[in-house]
């Protein structure tokens, strides 16, 4: 005897029904759960507000400026056009004391000696001194070496040393006198393909981005050890991650290229 089509005694029926649940029940479940989880920036605290999200349904207000307290940060300063200010002889005085301490590996006057392979300060904006100082202390750029020196110095102390070091006039280093090396491509425009930007694009002579060092002349041994310390993640101080995005897709022999670019300027 046949069942009626639409009967729980038809096992089709009842099958079929099942099924449609099965399938019904997956879908919500990666639709409204684990999708938004798994895109999020944030793991959400609850299923309810994945459901939430995934549905449209606005979630609650967070101003840009004030993130949550729990949030991991790059650094622990976002530096303005506006920090610094004119630059004073009093400042000046008191950082040309304060950078007696830093003497030994960055010179005198801001010029690391060759063999020290120490970043030269002399001549660098003050806002880029003065955030690299702040991320040593706080933790932010890890160092066994600048993170005790730094631990000591209050905000006042980091602004008078950016503002000596700015007002120096770095010393022309004899092995690097006179050479003249071609521009590399990867320098100039990139590689868009890799999605990987111009260096010029921040580290030219003429422009003057915040809080951005100027590497002309650094040696070729500390600009390899950053841009593979940003390429492996183990130096993350960047704000937008701009230098992680910028030397992912580099190559070994690109990472050399231009440091010997650079130092030879």
């Known amino acids: 005897m046949n069942e009626p089509l639409f009967s729980t005694k038809n096992r089709w029926f009842t099958i079929s029904v099942a099924a449609v649940v099965i399938i019904a029940a997956a879908a919500a479940a990666i ?6 989880r798994a895109h999020a920036r944030d793991a959400m ?11 449209g349904a606005p979630a609650p207000y967070r101003s840009p400026d004030q993130p949550d307290e729990k949030a991991v940060y790059p650094t622990s300063v976002i530096v303005s056009s506006e920090f610094t200010g004119p630059i004073d002889n009093v400042a000046v005085g008191r950082g040309a004391t304060l950078a007696l301490q830093c003497s030994m590996c960055h010179g005198a006057r801001g010029t690391a000696s060759a063999g020290t392979n120490a970043p030269h300060l002399a001549g660098q904006p003050p806002s880029s001194t003065y ?3 702040r991320d040593f202390k706080s933790g932010h750029r890890p160092s066994a070496v600048m993170q005790p020196l730094a631990t000591n110095l209050s905000d006042q102390d980091m602004r008078d040393l950016a503002a000596f070091y700015s007002q120096q006039q770095r010393e022309t280093l004899v092995a690097h006198a006179g050479i003249q090396v071609e521009v590399p491509r990867i320098v100039s425009n990139g590689s868009p393909m890799r999605n990987v930007g111009a260096c010029a694009t921040c580290h030219s002579p003429g422009v003057a981005r915040v809080a951005t060092p100027i ?11 950053q841009l593979n310390a940003f390429k492996s993640g183990r130096r993350a101080n960047d704000i937008n991650q701009q230098m992680r995005n910028a030397v992912h897709g580099l190559t070994d022999q690109e ?3 231009v440091a010997k670019y650079y130092a030879s300027r």
């Not at 590497?215 to 500390?222: C, R, S, T, V």
Request: aromatic residues 12%.
């Open 255 to 257: 990472i050399e290229v």
């Open 45 to 55: 605290a609850s299923i309810w507000e994945s459901i939430c999200s995934a549905a």
């Open 131 to 133: 955030k690299q100082l």
């Open 215 to 225: 590497i002309d002349g650094l040696p070729a041994a500390y600009i390899v050890d």
């Open 31 to 36: 639709g409204f759960v684990w999708l938004p």
